[in-house]
């Protein structure tokens, strides 16, 4: 446990010490935020503009930060043999894991309360109309999405391709989810595609919880459609995550 | 089914190592045994098999076959407690470039039980100038002092140093020699690999030479020189070097200059030299390659 403490505050350090992670990470999603919120007029399909938008982007957030981010500090520290490294120190593996996974939570949960108060400041937006389950949204939110992040750090071989290779997955299935503005009008195609997508899930719970105040197991489809894909995620990362850099 | 019994004053010992890469062979049995407070040298070209050795006993990748023990655990299982009684120095390996040389060491020192003080370790490997420099900004000699920092900050009982100064300019070799060297009046055990005879000469208590996956010649750098070849007696004769091998220098050169006296001949540039681990290395690795495939 006080490995674990320990591990946590040099790894917060480090994140906020990385002005590329901090800015593309944490910053983007505000950024966008402030962007769509002033395109976008004051309703969607009868809804405050601000209020959807701010659901999406919480998507929008939980899978750039918890899928993009970790998967790319993962790929990097391997590479690079910091993973390597620590394999032959007494931290025990999965106390390794499991304070990426709470630093990247950490991380999330700040940048979900940094888009309420934007939201709140200048838009007007909601707070969370069951903010206990929102919290569990989060959670939840944070915990599919790194079970896939660290799957897809399992599979991407390069620390100089990764930044792009999370990117062409994450802007896509963003936008096809939901995050930036409405689907609706999108062809029946594209509603397909986001029909299997974990994000499209896990937008319509965090929807339930922040908006309409439902309870965070009302819709069990979506919160099993999100869970497969995260322990799909864990199930490649089992079977493929490696310490060592793929040199040879 | 022979019973295996390390002598138990080993830090490490190794039996009959195995280890292939795709069909292959990178190691075809090694045998060796390291003693508590001893410096051993793993020397051999590149691709010999000394980082595969030394990366299974660090825990890292499992062996084929054979034995073998590092401070009385299987390395195969990588226990915690023996991790918490290693200091490893990789060839390639990162420190995360963001924190600070201090704040380094202070991470890793928050991993072991009983960690050492880190400005003493920092005193050790002379950063304390650069305590509060960020590690992306060290030069490579530097970085290279500050592997060798982490590895020593939990106080272990045994150092794997992989090629510590492969890259080195040699005065920043010759101070990290002096470091080993301190290390080892400390009592610690080290396994050093390199592919610098003079680092192995300098170092090492006992060498042993490792040539495609296989042990060629183990002993103590003198041993190694002593056994391997006889002196060597150089002189000019007539603008032409001659030289002269021979087990008994001294007859040799009584009836080389006795003859020399008599015919008032002059042995111009005469040199009587021992072969340096360099000549027997070259030699061995010369003599093997016919060996090998």
């Keep these: 446990m006080t490995v674990l403490l320990h591990q ?66 993962l790929v990097i520290r391997r590479e690079a043999g910091i993973l390597k490294r620590l394999r032959s120190t007494p931290l025990p593996p999965w ?121 965070l197991f009302a819709d069990p489809k979506a919160l099993g459609v999100l869970a497969a894909w995260g322990i799909a995620g864990l199930a490649v990362a089992l079977k493929r995550f490696t310490w060592m850099p793929r040199e040879r | 089914m022979r019973i295996w019994s390390p002598i138990v004053s080993s830090a490490i010992a190794v039996r009959d190592l195995r280890k292939s890469y795709d069909g292959v062979e990178a190691l075809r049995g090694i045998s060796f ?6 410096v051993f040298g793993l020397l051999g070209p590149n691709g010999a098999g000394k980082t595969t050795a030394v990366e299974i006993l660090e825990g890292y990748r499992n062996r084929d076959g054979g034995d073998a023990s590092v401070l009385g655990y299987d390395p195969g299982d990588s226990p915690r407690a023996m991790r918490e009684r290693i200091g490893v120095v990789l060839q390639h390996s990162e420190i995360t470039p963001l924190l600070t040389v201090r704040e380094a060491h202070l991470l890793f020192a928050g991993y072991y039980a009983k960690p050492r003080d880190v400005d003493e370790v920092l005193e050790v490997v ?53 470091m080993i060297l301190a290390l080892r009046s400390l009592g610690k055990t080290i396994l050093l690999t390199t592919h610098y005879l003079d680092e192995a000469q300098r170092l090492a208590d006992r060498v042993a030479v490792i040539r495609a996956g296989r042990i060629i010649r183990l002993g103590t750098p003198a041993e190694l020189i002593g056994d391997a070849r006889s002196i060597e007696i150089r002189f000019l004769k007539n603008g032409e070097q001659v030289v002269i091998e021979t087990k008994n220098p001294t007859q040799a050169l009584n009836e080389l200059t006795a003859e020399a006296l008599a015919t008032g001949y002059e042995l111009e540039q005469l040199e009587v030299r021992r072969p340096t681990l360099e000549d027997v290395y070259l030699e061995l690795v010369d003599e093997y390659d016919g060996d090998v495939e």
């Design chain 2, 126 to 178: 002379g950063l304390m100038e650069k305590r509060d420099a960020r590690v992306k900004t060290l030069s490579g000699g530097q970085k290279r002092r500050l592997d060798l920092g982490i590895a020593l900050v939990g106080d272990p009982e045994l150092v794997f140093l992989d090629e510590p100064t492969t890259g080195f300019d040699p005065a920043a070799r010759r101070s990290a020699w002096e």
């Design chain 1, 95 to 215: 106390t390794y894991l499991a304070t990426v996974l709470l630093s990247t939570l950490m991380v999330f949960a700040l940048q979900a309360v940094a888009l309420l108060v934007l939201g709140s400041l200048a838009f007007d937006a909601s707070m969370p109309a069951n903010p206990l389950g929102f919290a569990g949204a989060i959670v939840l939110g944070v915990a599919a999405f790194a079970g896939l992040g660290v799957g897809a750090a399992s599979l991407i071989r390069s620390a100089e391709g990764v930044s792009a290779v999370v990117n062409v997955i994450v802007l896509p299935m963003a936008f096809l989810s939901g995050s930036f503005g409405p689907t609706r009008e999108f062809p029946v195609f594209l509603q397909a595609i986001a029909d299997v997508l974990p994000l499209t899930y896990f937008i319509d719970i965090v929807y339930g919880v922040y908006l309409d105040g439902e309870s």
């Design chain 1, 8 to 73: 946590l505050k040099f790894e917060q350090r480090v994140f906020w010490r990385s002005r590329e992670a901090a800015v593309f990470i944490f910053i983007f999603p505000l950024l966008l935020y402030a962007l769509l919120g002033s395109i976008y007029g004051d309703e969607i399909d009868g809804v405050p503009a601000a209020d959807v938008l701010l659901a999406g982007l919480f998507g929008y957030g939980a899978a750039n930060t918890a899928f993009g981010g970790l998967a790319i500090t």
């Design chain 2, 33 to 38: 045994e390291v003693t508590a407070g001893e």
